[in-house]
C-alpha cells in the first residue's frame, strides 16, 4: 500500500530525545484554549500522534498549518 500513504510531520519524542516521522493518517489536531490574567483567552494549535509504545506526542503549530492539514479534530 506505497501509494496510500500521505504526508511525513516530524515529531520530537522528549524522553528518548529523538526526532520522529509520523504518517499524517495517524496524526490527529487540537487546540487548547486558556484564559489569560487580563481576561483574554489564547488559543494554541498543535497536532498530535502516538508513538509505537503508546506515548503522547505533541507538536505545537501556526493556525495556518492547523487548517492546512486534513486530518480529524481530537
Same mark, same amino acid.
Given at each position: 500500500?506505497?501509494?496510500?500513504?500521505?504526508?511525513?510531520?516530524?515529531?520530537?519524542?522528549?524522553?528518548?530525545?529523538?526526532?520522529?516521522? *509520523?504518517?499524517?493518517?495517524?496524526?490527529? &489536531? +487540537? %487546540?487548547?484554549? @486558556?484564559? =489569560?490574567?487580563?481576561?483574554?483567552?489564547? *488559543?494554541?494549535?498543535?497536532?498530535?500522534? &502516538? +508513538? %509505537?509504545?503508546? @506515548?503522547? =506526542?505533541?507538536?505545537?503549530?501556526?493556525?495556518?498549518?492547523?487548517?492546512?492539514?486534513?486530518?480529524?479534530?481530537?
Amino acid at each position: 500500500m506505497e501509494g496510500t500513504k500521505g504526508m511525513i510531520t516530524v515529531f520530537y519524542d522528549v524522553k528518548n530525545r529523538e526526532k520522529i516521522n *509520523i504518517e499524517e493518517c495517524d496524526i490527529k &489536531k +487540537t %487546540k487548547y484554549k @486558556r484564559k =489569560l490574567k487580563d481576561g483574554r483567552f489564547q *488559543i494554541r494549535y498543535a497536532f498530535r500522534a &502516538k +508513538t %509505537k509504545d503508546g @506515548r503522547q =506526542l505533541t507538536k505545537f503549530c501556526s493556525k495556518v498549518d492547523w487548517d492546512t492539514l486534513k486530518v480529524p479534530v481530537e
